[in-house]
């Protein structure tokens, strides 16, 4: 019997190839359909729905781009691996794309296939789930299932230290069958089938009970949440926020909004007017991912970010990449120059952290500091960060 997580759709021009990739995932127990060009793979997709897809991005008639393009549009979650014959940086942007339409990517497969890397892909898939249904996610954002964990950011400061500068508040959802849902799994389907902004209107009113809580026991500190781009393309969301701060004695500025660089954030009149009225109360805004998105120089230097967040993807090469830490100190000058803050998310290292001091950037984040936490341990995590002779060591012991 085949469970719904172990279906594999491979398409492929190449009939060796199919065959080479279909034998292999039979063996380590997927069931597996086949396609040798487009039209025929998109079909299969509908009938066959599969968990996994592999997609060879050379093909005569649509290219694997246009597949993801078309999958996306017909509301497809599969996970999904691209394979060529091309150099690392085509799979590296078919990956930003895949990613870009929501869908989670595995990997890459290079030819010739390596089966030990398609074995390493394919079991790193979720076997066991089946893909979350618009209905299940609705019913859990009514049912209060989705929960918040804080991550803190804080500043380089010039004497050192590191003071607290806030937290981002990240969403998980408790689902009493699967456990903790990671957002990376639900966020692209509340995105594709419009239960996003109900979803942010959830996460928004715990984030703000819960300023307002800290500020009511001495600690007041802003907290960030993320904010798909699509959301601003509704006129009233800086008013309607402005007024539930308001609700609760919250000023502006204890709030911050992460969006995300994409191709989606259009500097049309409309979007400048939402994000300017977010900055004109007193609301940050911070452009989330830095460098992995389609914005330009041009849209950034109009556009009212008081923050820009570096990727983590070139973060966390800091140690030893050259070429990462050029983009690092690139982006932080860029920044400097426009008047933005930077802070650099995904830092894990002592050495990533002496090279953001280094060339000046302002605020960091990441599991060197701190994973993110419930917000009763936010608490703790403030009293024992406080204390110059405990913050030193908890750096150490987490480094
Ligand atoms: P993000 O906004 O870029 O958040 C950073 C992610 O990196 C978080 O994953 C965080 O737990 C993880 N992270 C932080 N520090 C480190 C580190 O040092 N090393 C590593 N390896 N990872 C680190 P998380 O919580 O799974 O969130 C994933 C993404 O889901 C977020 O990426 C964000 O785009 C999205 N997301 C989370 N909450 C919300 C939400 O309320 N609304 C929307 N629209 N998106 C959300
Ligand atoms: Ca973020
Ligand atoms: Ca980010």
Not at 32 to 59: G, H, N, S, W, Y
Request: charged share 25%; proline share 5%.
């Amino acid at each position: 019997m085949s469970m719904p997580g172990n279906k594999l759709l491979i398409v492929d021009d190449d009939p060796g190839i199919r065959e080479l990739l279909s034998d292999f995932a039979s063996e380590i127990g997927f069931d597996v359909e086949t396609a040798a060009d487009a039209e025929q793979f998109l079909k299969c997709c509908r009938t066959f729905q599969p968990a996994v897809v592999i997609i060879d991005l050379v093909m005569p008639g649509a290219d694997g781009i246009e597949i993801l393009r078309s999958m996306a549009q017909r509301g497809s979650t599969a996970q999904v691996i691209v394979m060529s014959g091309l150099d690392e940086k085509v799979l590296k942007t078919a990956k930003r794309i895949g990613a870009h339409h929501g869908f989670t990517m595995l990997g890459a497969l290079t030819k010739p296939i390596d089966l030990d890397v398609l074995e390493r892909l394919l079991l790193g898939a979720r076997r066991d789930d089946e893909p979350i249904s618009e209905q299940t996610l609705g019913h859990a954002i009514e049912n209060g299932e989705l929960i918040l964990h804080y991550q803190p950011k804080v500043r380089l400061a010039q004497d050192g230290s590191l003071p607290l500068d806030g937290v981002e508040a990240l969403v998980r959802w408790q689902s009493p069958t699967m456990g903790l849902v990671s957002p990376a799994r639900f966020i692209p389907v509340a995105e594709k089938c419009g239960l996003i902004g109900e979803l942010t209107g959830a996460v928004f009113r715990m984030a703000a009970d819960q300023a307002a809580a800290w500020k009511a026991d001495g600690m007041p500190m802003s907290v960030a949440i993320n904010l798909a781009p699509a959301l601003l393309q509704d006129i009233g969301l800086p008013d309607r926020m402005a007024k539930e701060l308001a609700l609760r004695s919250l000023s502006g500025d204890s709030l911050v909004l992460e969006i995300t660089e994409s191709g989606t954030i259009d500097d049309g009149l409309h979007v400048t007017d939402v994000l300017t009225r977010f900055r004109l109360k007193g609301i940050g805004l911070s452009l989330d991912d830095f460098g992995t998105g389609f914005s330009s120089l041009v849209q950034l230097y109009r556009m009212p970010f008081s923050e820009l967040k570096i990727d983590q993807s070139f973060v966390s090469r800091l140690d030893d990449d050259d070429e990462a830490r050029i983009i690092v100190r690139s982006i932080v000058d860029l920044a400097r120059n426009l008047g933005l803050s930077t802070c650099a998310e995904g830092v894990e290292t002592a050495g990533g952290l002496a090279f953001l001091r280094h060339v000046g950037c302002d605020k960091i984040q990441g599991y060197l500091i701190s994973k993110p936490l419930p917000a009763p341990d936010i608490a703790d995590f403030i009293s024992r960060w406080q204390r110059p002779e405990t913050a030193g060591t908890m750096l150490a012991s987490s480094a």
